[in-house]
């Protein structure tokens, strides 16, 4: 678990600051921004703690693992859409780049 652990820190760390930073740069609106800031690196925290509890605290957490993967999956999927949408220039209302 530990191994696991280590590596999720760090890929994940990397992507989120990746796509988070990337989300700043839309003209989409400051609520939606922190939204999905706060709830990408939360459900990854608790993504990646929900082993750890599961294993040393209760089986009860498992909820909390599953719930936190699937919020992470969907903050996820919402970031990539949302940047990719605002690169190739269809969330601009001029309709063209730049």
Same mark, same amino acid.
């Given at each position: 678990?530990?191994?696991? @652990?280590?590596?999720?820190?760090? @890929?994940? @760390?990397?992507?989120?600051?990746?796509?988070?930073?990337?989300?700043?740069?839309?003209? $989409?609106?400051?609520?939606?921004?922190?939204?999905? $800031?706060?709830?990408?690196?939360?459900?990854?925290?608790?993504?990646? !703690? +929900?082993?750890?509890?599961?294993?040393?605290?209760?089986?009860?957490? @498992?909820?909390?693992?599953? !719930?936190?993967?699937?919020?992470?999956?969907?903050?996820? !999927? !919402?970031?990539?859409? $949302?940047?990719?949408?605002?690169?190739? +220039? #269809?969330?601009?209302?001029? +309709?063209? #780049? +730049?």
């Amino acid at each position: 678990m530990l191994e696991e @652990a280590h590596f999720h820190f760090f @890929a994940m @760390a990397i992507i989120l600051v990746t796509l988070n930073h990337l989300i700043l740069f839309t003209k $989409i609106s400051n609520f939606w921004k922190l939204v999905l $800031i706060l709830s990408s690196f939360l459900s990854a925290l608790g993504d990646i !703690a +929900g082993g750890w509890l599961i294993r040393y605290v209760s089986p009860e957490f @498992a909820y909390l693992k599953i !719930a936190s993967l699937i919020v992470l999956q969907v903050s996820l !999927a !919402a970031l990539m859409i $949302i940047v990719i949408w605002y690169l190739y +220039g #269809y969330g601009d209302k001029k +309709g063209g #780049y +730049g």
